[in-house]
């Protein structure tokens, strides 16, 4: 089946600790996102891919980091700058087709909680 | 002022009833609209899509979109319960192909 898979789907991260969050899709699409959302609120964009080997930086990209080394591939890295990263982590894709935004779907999502 | 607005609600309707969600938007270059389900510990799910002014019906939803009033909604027909979510509004500017949300609005429809 085509999709969207993310794992782990729940994560500790210890004090000082960078960890991992893994992102593939299998649906040939040229764009990958992530977000994060906090209880009650609305997701918020951390980086952005639209072609392999090129990422942005979206609204909150402070003690993230990612890669796009293979196009199914699109791993966040929560670094120990960031100082607040309990939250719930989704990763999206799309294609992209011309000056037309073509909707995004998302996995399952990752679960993040300090320790 | 917020990009997306939305009524955080939580929006009561009775089962079988009309639910009309509604979304304000701040900047006219935005370009596309989205309307996105979420269930409690769950990821969103697309519901619609739209782009150009007017209704766009798909099943029991009906997604509107006004451009001279910056203004999305999303209208769902007979409402089960099983509705009962809390609904994402989510548009992205011309040339740039970012998600911005809105907080949601909690939706729960009463048996």
């Known amino acids: 089946d085509g999709g969207i898979t993310q794992s782990p789907k729940y994560l500790f991260r210890k004090e000082g600790q960078n960890v991992t969050l893994s992102c593939e899709q299998n649906l040939n699409h040229d764009a990958m996102y992530w977000y994060r959302q906090d209880p009650g609120q609305g997701l918020r964009l951390i980086y952005y891919s639209q072609i392999v080997n090129d990422f942005q930086k979206g609204d909150i990209a402070e003690g993230y980091s990612v890669s796009r080394e293979k196009k199914e591939s699109f791993p966040l890295t929560v670094t120990s700058a960031q100082k607040n990263p309990t939250a719930f982590y989704l990763c999206?894709?799309?294609?992209?087709?011309?000056?037309?935004?073509?909707?995004?779907?998302f996995g399952d999502g990752t679960r993040l909680s300090i320790l | 002022q917020k990009e997306v607005e939305q009524n955080s609600g939580p929006l009561s309707v009775p089962e079988g009833a009309i639910a009309s969600l509604n979304c304000t938007y701040s900047d006219r270059g935005s370009q596309s609209f989205f309307w996105y389900r979420q269930y409690s510990g769950k990821s969103p799910e697309l519901i619609m899509f739209?782009?150009?002014?007017g209704d766009k019906e798909d099943g029991r939803f009906t997604a509107q979109l006004n451009k001279a009033s910056q203004y999305v909604s999303l209208l769902i027909r007979d409402s089960q319960p099983s509705d009962s979510a809390t609904y994402l509004c989510?548009?992205?500017?011309?040339?740039?192909?970012?998600?911005?949300f809105g907080k949601g609005t909690k939706l729960s429809v009463k048996p």
């Open positions: 739209i782009y150009s002014n």
């Open positions: 999206a894709s799309s294609i992209s087709r011309g000056n037309r935004n073509q909707p995004q779907h």
């Open positions: 989510a548009v992205i500017r011309y040339g740039q192909g970012n998600l911005i």
